[in-house]
């Protein structure tokens, strides 16, 4: 059977750390899965980020935000707005990323926070939600060699700090997909 690159929103949660955001926006260059994100998600991890992070700029944030949409010019959703007083949500707050799913076609929001995206409201949209770590496991049981080339292309994208494949594998771990990280190990080779 054919490979079909599901279409997922990424939360603020999953851009909000270096390395995932790497990790994650690598898998969708490499058309592992078709990302979607907004305006309002982007604001809500760089404003995050820099509230958590001082010494970072708002400035280097926004250009890593344009690097993204150079990369993946059609991610950034627009008009979910009409979808969001369909969507039922713990916090009122996070169902701009429920309309974005709903709005882009996704199947699936990418997420830490599960308890925030309830199964049975997210049915109702034709939605699953999926740790980061789960989203890129099922990616590797379906693509093994593919995965692990984009895996290695988020290495390459460290060339400033020349991180080692076990290193990188170490990453995996801080970031907390230690499924991915444990499917990788046998491939370390190929980082």
Not at 137 to 156: C, D, K
Not at 176 to 187: G, M, P, S
């Amino acid at each position: 059977m054919a490979f079909s690159p599901v279409v997922a929103v990424c939360d603020a949660c999953v851009l909000y750390p270096f390395h995932l955001r790497n990790i994650i926006v690598q898998a969708g260059v490499d058309r592992l899965f078709q990302a979607r994100w907004t305006e309002e998600i982007h604001d809500e991890w760089m404003r995050n980020l820099v509230a958590n992070t001082p010494s970072l700029s708002l400035t280097r944030l926004e250009a890593a935000k344009q690097l993204m949409t150079i990369a993946l010019p059609a991610a950034t959703v627009v008009g979910y707005g009409k979808h969001i007083a369909a969507v039922s949500l713990p916090d009122p707050d996070d169902r701009h990323v429920a309309a974005a799913a709903i709005e882009a076609g996704a199947s699936t929001i990418i997420t830490w926070n599960l308890r925030d995206f309830p199964v049975p409201e997210l049915k109702k949209h034709n939605l699953v939600r999926q740790t980061p770590d789960a989203f890129l496991a099922g990616l590797y049981e379906q693509v093994p060699e593919r995965q692990t080339g984009s895996l290695a292309n988020a290495r390459r994208n460290l060339s400033r700090t020349r991180v080692s494949a076990s290193d990188f594998i170490g990453i995996l771990r801080d970031q907390r997909l230690t499924r991915l990280a444990v499917q990788i190990e046998k491939h370390v080779g190929d980082l």
